[in-house]
């Protein structure tokens, strides 16, 4: 189990590095549309390439095995369950646009804590559905996390009174729509393989935001700037966080992959640092701080347990 959770804290870790691309690409004067379109585009073509080379990869090993055709056809896709993939995709593209969006209103800062609702809203969602309350060590890590947020995200100086309405409206939806893509990335079609399952959630995410955002500017000329932003857009908000999601979001639980996704926060601090050289005070890196040992003590409790 343990290795399951390393997946989900590396795929939070690779969401932490969006809001610096996607401010960067902001400054070269791209759109909202433009910046997710690209990203949705370049992710769903990798993840298709990956997963038809490991399909192939698997369809030989089972030729060589003689493998059952029985075996065979379990691993295959009905329509309905790939129309399922397709709409939790939406759910990725829709966290996105709505982050994203809020970037373009209020402070990288405040953005950040809104989307951080997400750890609460997720083992809320998991308390209801199993109802079952979230343990002890949940319930104080939770806790922490509401401390190490703030304080990390600088909240005493954001000035949340005089934010735009709007900006923190998107912030506080694109918490609960990563909660959804998070509970349903790891309950829908588990059967199938993870690779393949990103694959049509890319495309369910690239389909939605090109009906929302019609890919014009791919057909005016070759944009390499562009390009280059969607291609580490992609790599980092859909093809590495997806995959590693889909593998280990049904072994841990969706209320353990919210706390995990905590990880997200501190990278996303580190990486303004670095890449935007925005200046944080001591506080803020305390908050950082708390949440990396929020995310240590579940590890430590695992291990602790024996689960590997």
Not at 73 to 82: G, W
Request: proline share 4%; glycine share 10%.
């Amino acid at each position: 189990m343990f290795k399951y959770m390393i997946y989900v804290f590396l795929g939070a870790c690779s969401y932490g590095v969006l809001s610096s691309i996607v401010k960067v690409a902001y400054s070269h004067g791209y759109s909202l549309g433009e910046v997710v379109g690209t990203q949705m585009l370049w992710g769903t073509l990798i993840t298709w390439t990956i997963s038809i080379i490991v399909q192939r990869r698997s369809s030989i090993k089972r030729q060589q095995e003689a493998v059952s055709s029985q075996d065979n056809l379990v691993k295959k896709a009905t329509i309905n369950e790939k129309l399922l993939l397709l709409l939790v995709g939406t759910f990725m593209v829709m966290t996105g646009l709505l982050y994203y969006g809020s970037l373009q209103h209020i402070p990288a800062s405040l953005a950040i804590i809104l989307l951080f609702q997400f750890t609460w809203i997720g083992v809320l969602i998991e308390a209801v559905t199993k109802r079952r309350w979230p343990s002890k060590l949940q319930s104080i890590t939770l806790g922490l996390i509401f401390v190490g947020t703030g304080l990390a995200a600088g909240i005493t100086k954001s000035g949340i009174a005089s934010a735009p309405i709007l900006g923190i409206g998107l912030g506080l939806l694109s918490a609960v729509s990563y909660t959804f893509f998070i509970f349903f990335s790891g309950k829908t079609v588990p059967r199938l393989d993870p690779i393949y399952r990103s694959a049509w959630m890319s495309t369910g995410g690239l389909l939605f935001v090109f009906l929302l955002f019609p890919p014009s500017y791919l057909f005016i000329g070759i944009d390499f700037t562009l390009l280059g932003f969607g291609l580490m857009l992609g790599l980092f908000g859909a093809v590495i966080p997806t995959i590693l999601f889909t593998i280990g979001i049904p072994k841990i639980g969706t209320g353990m992959a919210s706390i995990l996704g905590s990880a997200e926060l501190p990278v996303a601090m580190i990486c303004s640092t670095l890449l935007l050289h925005e200046h944080l005070q001591l506080l803020q890196w305390s908050g950082v701080g708390v949440i990396l040992l929020c995310i240590t003590l579940p590890n430590l409790k695992a291990q602790g347990s024996k689960i590997l």
